[in-house]
Protein backbone atom coordinates (compact mmCIF):
# COMPACT_ATOMS: atom_id res chain seq x y z
CA UNK A 1 0.00 0.00 0.00
CA UNK A 2 2.83 2.40 0.92
CA UNK A 3 4.56 2.03 -2.36
CA UNK A 4 0.92 2.73 -4.42
CA UNK A 5 0.89 5.68 -2.92
CA UNK A 6 4.72 6.87 -3.30
CA UNK A 7 4.26 5.87 -6.81
CA UNK A 8 1.12 7.28 -7.42
CA UNK A 9 2.03 10.63 -5.44
CA UNK A 10 5.11 10.71 -7.78
CA UNK A 11 3.00 10.87 -10.71
CA UNK A 12 0.27 13.28 -9.65
CA UNK A 13 2.99 15.72 -8.63
CA UNK A 14 4.66 15.45 -11.65
CA UNK A 15 1.08 15.70 -14.07
CA UNK A 16 0.97 18.63 -11.42
CA UNK A 17 4.34 20.27 -12.27
CA UNK A 18 4.08 19.93 -16.01
CA UNK A 19 0.70 21.91 -16.15
CA UNK A 20 2.22 24.32 -13.88
CA UNK A 21 5.44 24.67 -15.36
CA UNK A 22 3.37 25.05 -19.27
CA UNK A 23 1.30 27.25 -17.59
CA UNK A 24 4.58 29.52 -16.87
CA UNK A 25 6.23 28.75 -19.49
CA UNK A 26 3.62 30.28 -21.27
CA UNK A 27 3.67 33.54 -19.77
CA UNK A 28 7.25 34.11 -20.33
CA UNK A 29 7.72 35.03 -23.94
CA UNK A 30 11.45 34.80 -24.17
CA UNK A 31 13.17 31.82 -25.47
CA UNK A 32 15.90 31.84 -22.62
CA UNK A 33 13.96 31.38 -20.28
CA UNK A 34 11.62 28.85 -21.87
CA UNK A 35 14.35 26.94 -22.35
CA UNK A 36 15.72 27.45 -18.44
CA UNK A 37 12.33 26.26 -17.78
CA UNK A 38 12.53 22.88 -19.74
CA UNK A 39 16.23 22.51 -18.14
CA UNK A 40 15.00 22.89 -14.44
CA UNK A 41 11.98 21.23 -14.10
CA UNK A 42 13.06 17.78 -14.08
CA UNK A 43 15.36 19.13 -11.22
CA UNK A 44 12.95 20.84 -9.42
CA UNK A 45 10.12 17.73 -9.77
CA UNK A 46 12.54 15.36 -8.50
CA UNK A 47 13.41 17.65 -5.29
CA UNK A 48 10.18 18.33 -4.44
CA UNK A 49 8.99 14.90 -4.90
CA UNK A 50 11.78 13.46 -2.55
CA UNK A 51 10.91 16.33 -0.54
CA UNK A 52 7.73 14.62 -0.15
CA UNK A 53 8.93 11.35 0.23
CA UNK A 54 7.43 10.51 -3.31
CA UNK A 55 8.88 8.44 -6.28
CA UNK A 56 11.25 11.42 -7.76
CA UNK A 57 11.70 9.32 -11.17
CA UNK A 58 8.26 8.54 -11.28
CA UNK A 59 7.19 12.51 -10.85
CA UNK A 60 10.44 12.70 -14.01
CA UNK A 61 9.46 10.79 -15.86
CA UNK A 62 5.76 11.98 -15.85
CA UNK A 63 6.09 15.88 -16.15
CA UNK A 64 8.57 14.90 -18.90
CA UNK A 65 5.67 13.02 -20.60
CA UNK A 66 3.41 15.73 -19.92
CA UNK A 67 5.39 18.42 -21.50
CA UNK A 68 6.14 16.38 -24.53
CA UNK A 69 2.88 15.89 -25.02
CA UNK A 70 0.87 18.72 -23.74
CA UNK A 71 3.65 21.87 -22.75
CA UNK A 72 4.96 22.61 -26.96
CA UNK A 73 1.55 23.87 -27.40
CA UNK A 74 2.40 26.91 -25.18
CA UNK A 75 5.61 28.00 -26.40
CA UNK A 76 6.80 29.97 -29.29
CA UNK A 77 8.39 28.64 -32.38
CA UNK A 78 11.92 29.97 -31.58
CA UNK A 79 11.88 28.44 -27.83
CA UNK A 80 10.64 25.08 -29.39
CA UNK A 81 13.48 24.91 -31.88
CA UNK A 82 16.12 26.03 -28.99
CA UNK A 83 14.55 23.65 -26.75
CA UNK A 84 14.90 20.88 -29.22
CA UNK A 85 17.98 21.30 -30.12
CA UNK A 86 19.31 21.81 -26.83
CA UNK A 87 17.68 17.97 -25.32
CA UNK A 88 18.88 16.59 -28.69
CA UNK A 89 22.48 17.85 -27.68
CA UNK A 90 22.02 16.45 -24.18
CA UNK A 91 21.03 12.98 -25.54
CA UNK A 92 24.00 12.29 -27.47
CA UNK A 93 26.29 13.53 -25.08
CA UNK A 94 24.90 11.00 -22.52
CA UNK A 95 25.00 8.51 -25.46
CA UNK A 96 28.43 9.21 -26.12
CA UNK A 97 29.28 9.17 -22.19
CA UNK A 98 27.55 5.84 -21.50
CA UNK A 99 29.50 4.06 -24.36
CA UNK A 100 32.94 5.74 -23.25
CA UNK A 101 31.93 4.46 -19.30
CA UNK A 102 31.36 1.25 -20.35
CA UNK A 103 34.69 1.05 -22.93
CA UNK A 104 36.76 1.99 -19.85
CA UNK A 105 35.27 -0.49 -17.44
CA UNK A 106 35.39 -3.55 -20.02
CA UNK A 107 38.87 -4.24 -19.50
CA UNK A 108 38.05 -4.44 -15.26
CA UNK A 109 35.23 -7.32 -16.19
CA UNK A 110 37.15 -9.13 -18.33
CA UNK A 111 39.92 -9.52 -15.74
CA UNK A 112 36.97 -9.99 -13.02
CA UNK A 113 36.03 -12.55 -15.04
CA UNK A 114 38.96 -14.36 -15.69
CA UNK A 115 40.32 -14.17 -12.11
CA UNK A 116 36.44 -14.83 -10.34
CA UNK A 117 34.79 -17.44 -12.75
CA UNK A 118 38.10 -18.88 -13.58
CA UNK A 119 37.44 -18.37 -17.45
CA UNK A 120 39.80 -18.38 -20.38
CA UNK A 121 40.72 -15.79 -22.29
CA UNK A 122 38.89 -17.12 -25.65
CA UNK A 123 35.57 -17.47 -23.50
CA UNK A 124 35.43 -13.85 -21.92
CA UNK A 125 36.31 -12.66 -25.94
CA UNK A 126 33.45 -14.62 -26.78
CA UNK A 127 31.38 -13.11 -24.02
CA UNK A 128 32.29 -9.40 -24.64
CA UNK A 129 31.54 -10.02 -28.38
CA UNK A 130 28.28 -11.69 -27.68
CA UNK A 131 26.80 -8.98 -25.63
CA UNK A 132 27.99 -6.29 -27.88
CA UNK A 133 26.57 -7.81 -30.82
CA UNK A 134 23.41 -7.76 -28.66
CA UNK A 135 23.62 -3.94 -27.40
CA UNK A 136 23.75 -2.93 -31.14
CA UNK A 137 20.93 -5.08 -32.18
CA UNK A 138 18.77 -3.83 -29.33
CA UNK A 139 19.70 -0.27 -30.32
CA UNK A 140 18.79 -1.14 -34.06
CA UNK A 141 16.05 -2.60 -33.19
CA UNK A 142 14.32 0.45 -30.83
CA UNK A 143 15.45 2.63 -33.98
CA UNK A 144 13.30 0.77 -36.15
CA UNK A 145 10.53 0.15 -34.15
CA UNK A 146 10.72 3.75 -32.81
CA UNK A 147 10.67 4.70 -36.22
CA UNK A 148 8.35 2.80 -37.94
CA UNK A 149 5.77 1.22 -34.64
CA UNK A 150 4.80 4.69 -34.03
CA UNK A 151 4.02 4.99 -38.63
CA UNK A 152 1.68 1.81 -37.91
CA UNK A 153 0.50 3.44 -34.76
CA UNK A 154 -0.45 6.90 -35.83
CA UNK A 155 -0.62 7.14 -39.30
CA UNK A 156 -0.15 9.96 -41.04
CA UNK A 157 -3.08 12.97 -42.06
CA UNK A 158 -4.03 12.95 -45.15
CA UNK A 159 -1.71 15.18 -47.91
CA UNK A 160 1.20 14.45 -45.37
CA UNK A 161 4.91 13.37 -46.34
CA UNK A 162 4.15 9.84 -47.34
CA UNK A 163 0.47 10.69 -49.13
CA UNK A 164 2.84 12.31 -51.90
CA UNK A 165 5.12 9.27 -52.04
CA UNK A 166 2.54 7.77 -54.09
CA UNK A 167 2.46 10.27 -57.00
Known sequence: GEFGLIALGGIALGIAMGWITSQLQERLQDP?????????????????CESLQLSGVLGVVTVGLYRSQ??????????????????????????????????????????ALLDEQALSWPRVAGLIVVLSIVAIGVRFLWIFIATYGVRLLVPSPPGGPSDFAGR
Do not use: D, K, Q
Open 32 to 48: MLELAMSLTTPFATYWI
Open 70 to 111: WGHTRISALARLNIRTFWRAVVFVVNCLVFVLIGIRLPEIAE
